[in-house]
């Protein structure tokens, strides 16, 4: 009894150790990956509103599990890949909104277009947020997003550099 009242106790104390180190983590994760194409602004934006385009460059991209809803462009446009669903929030010359939702989760995704002054270059920029829980194994979890989403988000951007440049 007296080992299992001990490992009782002690069990709570590493919980509340490992929830007060988790709470000194940042409750929002900001991921960010960019690349310069060399492409027309107006290429540019088109193959990041329209999501019919993006079985074009978006890494991961299976067509037999792909839904587009029609119209395909602008704010209210929902693409289903794989278990994940994406619904452009809101569209505009400098800026998609996208909402990434998964199961239960979701994340705020950016795409800024940056128009650089007396060039042909283009700055794309892809920006997700992640709003986490206190909970700590939310809180760890977090650590290795930006591990897990680069590849994927690194992958696209030069997929999407490779047909904007044709």
Known sequence: MRIIKLGLISA???????????????STV???RAIDVNAPFDTVYTNLNDLSNWKKWIAGYDSTNTTISQP?????????????????????TNKVE??????????????????????????????FIQQVKWYPWEKFASIVSDKVMSPLMEKSLDNLKKVVEK
């Open 72 to 92: 395909s462009t602008g704010k209210g446009a929902v693409i289903n890949m794989n278990r994940s669903k994406v619904t452009i929030l809101a569209s505009d």
């Open 98 to 127: 996208t909402l990434w939702t998964t199961g239960s989760k979701s994340l705020k995704g950016d795409f800024n277009i940056i128009r650089q002054q007396n060039s042909s270059i283009t700055t794309v920029q892809w920006h």
């Open 30 to 32: 900001n991921i960010s």
């Open 12 to 26: 709570v104390f590493l919980f509340l150790v490992v929830t007060a180190i988790s709470l000194l983590l940042p």
